[in-house]
């Protein structure tokens, strides 16, 4: 069987690891990039008041953080690719240099390294801060690759179907879905996957013939397209 290559991003948080321990998982046997951005202003708070009290020329603070800073990313990446290590992934880690928009530039990655999965934590964060402020969220937007999300926090049912339970994938009969079901059957062969149709009036397409099919009715209150 060919190991499957995912990108996982890192940032250092325990639901970025969570995210690393959840996918493996789901996908045991992968290599896997573990992926940290090194973000201005490089280097965190604590450690810019200890080199700013360490140095008295702007010049050599600079480098000092740069210096501080790079070998702080590394170390992170580390963390994250010791976390995949011990979840069974061959892990390696890249560390790449950033300057904001990271759910973007995790994208451009994936699109240069074109892993079969994207990994990424989700801090559970709601409304317009899910919308307009997530890392996740950008780059599930903008990815060209097949993306996990993993909710963070998890309760305990649901680390316990992760090894076996059943894959969900939403079915309407258009072109997307239909891309999603041959991307979840060739990451997840061998495993029970269920199509979940909302009915809402419109006809659904049919499924493939050897997949089963749940059709559950529009929750009332709730417009079309947000079933």
């Not at 702080?72 to 890249?94: N, P, S």
Request: glycine share 12%; hydrophobic share 45%.
């Amino acid at each position: 069987m060919t190991m499957l290559r995912v990108m996982a991003g890192y940032d250092g948080s325990i639901a970025a690891g969570e995210a690393i321990g959840v996918a493996a998982r789901l996908l045991p046997r992968a290599h896997a990039w573990i992926s940290y951005l090194w973000v201005p202003p490089f280097a965190d708070e604590a450690m810019r008041r200890r080199l700013w009290h360490g140095t008295s020329r702007v010049d050599e603070f600079v480098a000092a953080v740069e210096r501080e800073g790079s070998a702080e990313a590394a170390r992170i990446a580390g963390m994250g690719a010791a976390l995949a290590g011990a979840a069974g992934w061959e892990a390696e880690t890249l560390v790449e240099r950033g300057y904001g928009g990271e759910g973007a530039q995790l994208a451009e990655l994936a699109e240069k390294l074109e892993p079969d999965l994207l990994v990424l934590g989700s801090r559970g964060l709601g409304g317009a801060h899910a919308v307009l402020g997530s890392v996740s969220d950008m780059a599930v937007h903008y990815a060209p690759r097949p993306a996990l999300v993993v909710p963070h926090p998890l309760l305990v049912d649901e680390h316990a179907t992760v090894a076996d339970g059943p894959v969900l994938v939403g079915w309407d009969g258009s072109a997307g879905a239909r891309q999603a079901l041959t991307v979840a059957q060739s990451l997840f062969d061998g495993r029970r996957i269920l199509l979940a149709a909302v009915h809402d009036g419109v006809p659904t397409e049919p499924p493939p013939a050897d997949c089963e099919l749940l059709t559950v009715d529009r929750p009332a209150g709730r417009p079309a397209g947000r079933g």
